[in-house]
């Protein structure tokens, strides 16, 4: 796995701001919060949007973007292993990135 945190190419911040655009493509734009540059755009696989913390119908939402469809008992298996998953994912990354900046984590 290769691990990067994400900082401006124009002032070498690592404050940033996602800007999440759902349209035919859900896209994430990421800008500088210091110099307001575009830093980087995402083009979200279809499924790839989980929010921590809110519930089954935002999943639902992100799933129907995505123009799929399915039964109502597998999208919620669907949404309980990305649910699983996506917090495992999150402290695996963590970890992986304190063992690369350490306390200097950006």
Do not use: W
């Amino acid at each position: 796995m290769e691990l990067h945190i994400q900082k401006c190419q124009q002032c070498g911040s690592h404050h940033q701001r996602n800007i999440l655009v759902r349209s035919e493509e859900q896209k994430v734009f990421v800008q500088c919060r210091d110099c307001k540059s575009l830093v980087a755009r995402y083009i979200l696989a279809s499924g790839g949007y989980y929010h921590e913390g809110k519930d089954f119908e935002s999943f639902l939402r992100s799933i129907e973007r995505d123009q799929g469809t399915t039964s109502g008992r597998d999208l919620q298996t669907l949404f309980e292993e990305v649910q699983q998953s996506v917090a495992q994912e999150f402290e695996d990354t963590i970890k992986k990135a304190g063992e690369r900046y350490g306390e200097q984590l950006p």
